[in-house]
């Protein structure tokens, strides 16, 4: 293993210890599927939007059913008049299981949302699951887009290549690698299957590890060869 490679690997090890900690589930749950993710438009302004079941989803799979050991409870409903619009307000509690060794039943947190009161339009519908979203969001669920990573062209591709189909990003690199007839060629390889370890897309250490050493090696025959 060479210098550049014993350092991604230690720069790996150090990532998997900040996740084994505070920042565990954020990490786990931060990157949003790109079939669940959409842009869009409110007048000149647009943002990125997350389908909010599929935020109850990935919480189903982490925790279990709604409800269970994990939810909104102690709903506050209040119907205000602002500036002659009705409004509705909702207060909650948001509670989910504590983390693996601590000993409390559950963690708890108070939260808070509004939106325009429309009679008729399943009003308390729409904000409950906008409210339950909001507090998944604090937990880091879907962060990716309230940090606004999704207006990055080349964060989007990564998103895509990582919940896409692996295998085939894996024969490309190799085919791009054995195939390389210059040095700089092999370079831009492994700078760039260097940022997709680092950001997770590759997230198999063997693959990381096998495509690295392909690099080397393919690096290693052009240099003999010339």
């Given at each position: 293993?060479?210098?550049?490679?014993?350092?991604?690997?230690?720069?790996?090890?150090?990532?998997?210890?900040?996740?084994?900690?505070?920042?565990?589930?954020?990490?786990?749950?931060?990157?949003?599927?790109?079939?669940?993710?959409?842009?869009?438009?409110?007048?000149?302004?647009?943002?990125?939007?997350?389908?909010?079941?599929?935020?109850?989803?990935?919480?189903?799979?982490?925790?279990?059913?709604?409800?269970?050991?994990w939810?909104?409870?102690?709903?506050?409903?209040?119907?205000?008049?602002?500036?002659?619009?009705?409004?509705?307000?909702?207060?909650?509690?948001?509670?989910?299981p504590?983390?693996?060794?601590?000993?409390?039943?559950?963690?708890?947190?108070?939260?808070?949302?509004?939106?325009?009161?429309?009679?008729?339009?399943?009003?308390?519908?729409?904000?409950?699951?906008?409210t339950?979203?909001?507090?998944?969001?604090?937990?880091?669920?879907?962060?990716?887009?309230?940090?606004?990573?999704?207006?990055?062209?080349?964060?989007?591709?990564?998103?895509?290549?990582?919940?896409?189909?692996?295998?085939?990003?894996?024969?490309?690199?190799?085919?791009?690698?054995?195939?390389?007839?210059e040095?700089?060629?092999?370079?831009?390889?492994?700078?760039?299957?260097?940022?997709?370890?680092?950001?997770?897309?590759?997230?198999?250490?063997?693959?990381?590890?096998?495509?690295?050493?392909?690099?080397?090696?393919?690096?290693?025959?052009?240099?003999?060869?010339?």
């Open positions: 293993m060479n210098d550049d490679n014993k350092r991604l690997h230690k720069k790996q090890m150090e990532q998997i210890e900040v996740a084994s900690g505070l920042t565990r589930l954020w990490n786990v749950v931060c990157e949003s599927d790109p079939a669940f993710v959409k842009e869009v438009g409110f007048g000149k302004r647009k943002f990125t939007s997350i389908d909010p079941q599929y935020q109850l989803h990935q919480a189903t799979k982490l925790w279990g059913p709604y409800g269970y050991l939810g909104m409870k102690d709903l506050k409903w209040e119907i205000r008049e602002i500036g002659g619009v009705q409004v509705l307000f909702l207060e909650a509690i948001f509670f989910y504590p983390p693996i060794g601590e000993s409390h039943e559950s963690v708890e947190f108070p939260i808070l949302n509004d939106c325009k009161f429309q009679p008729g339009q399943d009003t308390l519908k729409k904000l409950t699951t906008n339950r979203s909001k507090a998944l969001s604090y937990l880091g669920f879907s962060a990716d887009a309230f940090m606004g990573k999704w207006d990055d062209a080349e964060y989007r591709k990564d998103m895509e290549t990582k919940f896409g189909d692996q295998e085939k990003l894996v024969r490309q690199i190799l085919s791009a690698v054995k195939s390389a007839t040095v700089k060629t092999i370079e831009r390889c492994r700078t760039r299957l260097q940022q997709l370890i680092a950001n997770e897309t590759i997230s198999s250490p063997l693959v990381a590890n096998e495509l690295l050493e392909a690099c080397d090696e393919r690096e290693e025959q052009l240099n003999e060869s010339n």
